[in-house]
């Protein structure tokens, strides 16, 4: 017998994203998809979320981003950290927008594009 398990309700992150949404109006909404949309899937979370209204989607890390690409996700992206010059290619090619946090980057990523 499993001693822990997670069931996720598709149907609950809508219905949230709903509820949210609303309150949120005139503003766009972003739905935070980080952490493979807390342990949930990020792909599966993220087009929950898409449907019941979100504008946005946010993820941590380049690879996060990546996945949901790969996975045909194409609304627009926000990277919550600061890119490593070894990831500036890979986030650059997801289309997301950036947070810069130094000078050095900023630099890394203009000499990129």
């Known amino acids: 017998m499993e001693r822990a398990w997670a069931e996720i309700?598709?149907?609950?992150?809508?219905?949230?994203?709903?509820?949210?949404?609303?309150?949120?109006?005139?503003?766009?909404?972003?739905?935070?998809?980080?952490a493979n949309g807390y342990g949930h899937g990020a792909a599966p979370?993220?087009?929950?979320a898409l449907e019941a209204g979100?504008?946005?989607?946010?993820?941590?890390?380049?690879?996060?981003?990546?996945?949901?690409?790969?996975?045909?996700?194409?609304a627009p992206l926000l990277l919550l950290s600061e890119p490593r010059p070894d990831e500036i290619a890979d986030a650059l090619a997801t289309g997301a927008r950036l947070v810069v946090y130094s000078p050095e980057i900023l630099t890394t990523?203009?000499?990129?594009v």
């Open 45 to 48: 979370v993220a087009r929950a």
């Open 9 to 34: 309700d598709l149907d609950a992150i809508r219905h949230n994203v709903r509820v949210l949404r609303t309150l949120a109006q005139p503003a766009k909404f972003c739905a935070v998809v980080k």
């Open 109 to 112: 990523i203009s000499r990129a």
């Open 54 to 74: 979100a504008d946005w989607l946010a993820v941590a890390q380049v690879d996060e981003a990546v996945v949901l690409r790969d996975a045909g996700i194409d």
